[in-house]
């Protein structure tokens, strides 16, 4: 491969700002902006610079590598889609408001493909008609377009952003399960040689459906994931895939039901400070509206209700809270005061801490009325026990028992086994063995490319700048001419050698501009070795600086060049 030539900052298009643009949030978002990676084009949409498009195009690669490694077979599908494929696996519908649907001039219907499980089985249905075709593993890097509710951390989450999305199509379950094997190892060398700090923890298969399914999650403050980690047990888990066994209880030694008047407790807090009792000795009753229809979820009074749980178990189904108006007419539903015996019109879930056997404290579905000693499958019916509770850091591991530490991350990736749900939406077989028609069975996986490139600006910058490990920087070394014409010169003239050896060099060489502010320039773009050409310039003496660890070191020419193509 031809070596790069020199970048030379007098030229670079993008510069350096000082102040954090207005609508930053994360640091990420500020630091790649303010470096000049990134413009914002509009919400949730961007624009990568000439150092951005470096620093991407090397995460790139490193996934191409290590996909290319495992068998997977690069091609390029289109963006643009027709509905069909879409209708006939429910998801032109299911995928809800963040789907882009547009038409053509002829009114058809299109999508703007968020993801491409249906346009891949068609694929192979068309290309591979045998036994003998299969395994195969298929991959792309592309545009995904998805209109997210909520686009505000910069490139970590957009509506249009780069994924690498692969697809694996096995005859057998075992054939599946080596295929993701497979990818579970290519990701681990993928997130290793980016450089990133990542946890791989069990998740819910959510919308795709199917069945194992594990989220690579970096940990960042940033980052819209909550982890669970034990810190005695191997478990780590997305919060939202935590599950707890249902443990019943012998009712036996309770009393009968019994109703008790406590005015003016329309809260949790009100009822538990008036009763003396803690909260968690209370059942609170949450109404929330499914496709319009009234469902009470029963938690612990201690406990918060995680609707993001709630619109998962009912999914596709919108889920709403209920406002003052969805009382009206409702003799049976008394604000503040619902309990979920004789709550006759209304489906009942709870989470499995409501086991059958356990007694609470609730309402007694009449103003200023409570009920107590009332008992989970004696004295109501609960029609699904669903994992609702936001989980809290302490909560026992469902695995040991241990308490459960929480952190924050950002899921870089995502390998599901999907099974035969897309294969028999499209009707995918080949001809097996024996001559008969065999159902293929499939795997989803994805990596967010341009997603990856925050994550690793989020776990690796300091105070200064950002700072990439080496295979992911724009350059191997930032050189600076701090001075004038002589240190100018010495810095294009070593830049040019290093260049020639093969060392991805950009330089400085911006006249005019001050020998400080190229030094905070430096360090806010993030290059891992920073050669400085300044005082001593007219003996050839350059000193070399480590952007991570501030380490400085006088070198000659030779030196620094014999250091940086090592
Ligand atoms: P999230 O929960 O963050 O919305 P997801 O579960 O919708 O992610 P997948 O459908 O599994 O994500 O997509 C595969 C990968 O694509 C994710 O692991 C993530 O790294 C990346 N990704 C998903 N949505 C976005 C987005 N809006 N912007 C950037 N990257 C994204
Ligand atoms: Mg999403």
């Known amino acids: 491969m031809a070596n790069a030539p020199v970048q030379r900052m007098s030229q670079l ?12 949030e994360v640091l990420s978002h500020k630091l790649l902006v303010r470096a000049g990676y990134v413009r914002r084009t509009a919400a949730g949409i961007w624009s990568w610079l000439p150092l951005g498009k470096k620093v991407l195009a090397n995460v790139e690669r490193i996934v191409r590598e290590e996909m290319d490694a495992i068998g997977a077979q690069e091609v390029l599908l289109p963006a643009l889609l027709p509905r069909e494929p879409y209708d006939a696996t429910g998801r032109w519908d299911e995928y809800g408001a963040e789907l882009f649907r547009l038409n053509d001039r002829k009114g058809g219907d299109y999508l703007l493909g968020p993801t491409h499980e249906e346009i891949f089985t068609l694929l192979v249905k068309d290309q591979a008609s045998s036994y003998k075709d299969l395994p195969v593993i298929l991959y792309q890097i592309q545009s995904k377009f998805r209109d997210e509710a909520r686009p505000r951390a910069g490139i970590l989450r957009g509506r249009e952003f780069l994924m690498k999305d692969s697809y694996s199509f096995d005859l057998e379950d075992e054939g599946l399960a080596q295929s993701y094997a497979l990818h579970r190892q290519a990701y ?10 990542y946890r791989i923890c069990a998740a819910t298969a959510g919308a795709m459906g199917g069945s194992k ?12 994931d909550t982890f669970a980690d034990c810190p005695n047990c191997d478990f780590a888990a997305n919060t939202e895939a935590i599950s707890y066994p249902l443990t019943p209880e012998d009712p036996s030694g309770t009393p009968a039901l019994e109703e008790i008047p406590t005015p003016d407790t329309p809260t949790i807090e009100t009822l538990a400070a008036s009763l003396g009792v803690p909260a968690s000795a209370t059942l609170k009753n949450l109404l929330v509206k499914v496709d319009g229809e009234i469902v009470a979820v029963g938690v612990p009074g201690d406990r918060e209700v995680d609707m993001d749980k709630v619109e998962a178990h009912f999914a596709p189904a919108v889920v709403e ?9 409702r003799p049976d539903l008394v604000r503040g005061y619902v309990g979920p015996q004789g709550l006759e019109k209304v489906t009942y879930i709870a989470d499995p801490r409501v086991a059958p056997g356990t007694s609470w404290i609730t309402g007694a579905n009449k103003d200023g009325m409570h009920a107590k000693n009332v008992v989970a499958g004696r004295d109501f019916e609960v029609e699904a026990y669903v994992d609702v509770v936001v989980v809290q850091e302490g909560d026992p591991c469902p695995r040991c028992g241990t308490g459960l530490k929480l952190d924050r991350a950002i899921e870089i990736g995502h390998i599901f086994q999907l099974g035969r749900k897309y294969a028999d939406a499209l009707k995918l077989d080949v001809l097996g063995q024996n001559g008969k ?5 499939m795997g ?3 990596v967010g490319v341009s997603r990856a490139v925050a994550a690793l600006a989020e776990q690796t910058a300091d105070e200064q700048g950002l700072c990439w490990p080496r295979e992911v920087a724009p350059a191997d070394v930032h050189v600076v001419a701090a001075g004038k014409a002589l240190q100018t010169e010495l810095a294009l003239d070593v830049s040019q050698q290093l260049a020639a050896a093969g060392v991805r060099v950009l330089v400085d060489d911006r006249a005019g501009v001050s020998p400080g502010v190229k030094f905070t320039d430096a360090e806010l773009i993030g290059v891992p070795q920073i050669l400085v050409a300044g005082r001593r310039s007219a003996e050839g003496v350059l000193e070399l600086k480590d952007r991570r660890t501030g380490e400085r070191e006088e070198l000659t020419v030779d030196e620094a060049i014999a250091r940086l193509t090592a």
Not at 188 to 197: A, K
Not at 437 to 441: A, D, H
Request: net charge negative; glycine share 8%; charged share 30%.
């Open 321 to 329: 809270l209920v406002t003052a108006e969805d009382f009206v007419g």
């Open 444 to 446: 989803s996986y994805g």
């Open 13 to 24: 298009l993008a510069k350096t700002l000082r102040d954090d643009p207005a609508d930053a």
């Open 437 to 441: 028609p065999v159902r293929v069975t």
């Open 213 to 224: 399914s594990e989220e690579f999650l970096a940990p960042a403050e940033a980052g819209e």
């Open 188 to 197: 681990q060398r993928i997130f290793e040689r980016l450089g990133l700090d």
